[in-house]
């Protein structure tokens, strides 16, 4: 998995290196293929991805919300652009 987010195999919520599932911050077809295009993924346990409150849980929209935001600031950082070109390309601003 390519990553600018995270370096190392495990759960980026907890740490766990048990049967981890690749995650792709920004879903939606196409904000799936630019997450995947721009390294916009994390690892994460089964439970921070689909538990209850996990990323895609009825109250995962904190984490949600959380990893949008780092995912904003590393493409920023990593692609050197602006908040605006961020927006452009996702739709919308999460910092």
């Not at 935001?69 to 999460?94: C, P």
């Amino acid at each position: 998995m390519k990553s600018i987010i995270q370096n190392k195999k495990e759960c980026f919520e907890c740490m766990s290196y048990s049967n981890l599932e690749e995650h792709h911050i920004f879903f939606g077809v196409a904000n799936r293929k630019l997450s995947e295009k721009d390294g916009l993924k994390v690892w994460l346990c089964p439970y921070h991805h689909r538990g209850t409150k996990g990323v895609h849980g009825k109250d995962g929209h904190t984490l949600d919300m959380y990893l949008k935001s780092i995912a904003q600031i590393a493409y920023m950082q990593n692609y050197n652009k602006t908040k605006e070109e961020f927006i452009q390309r996702y739709g919308k601003n999460y910092i």
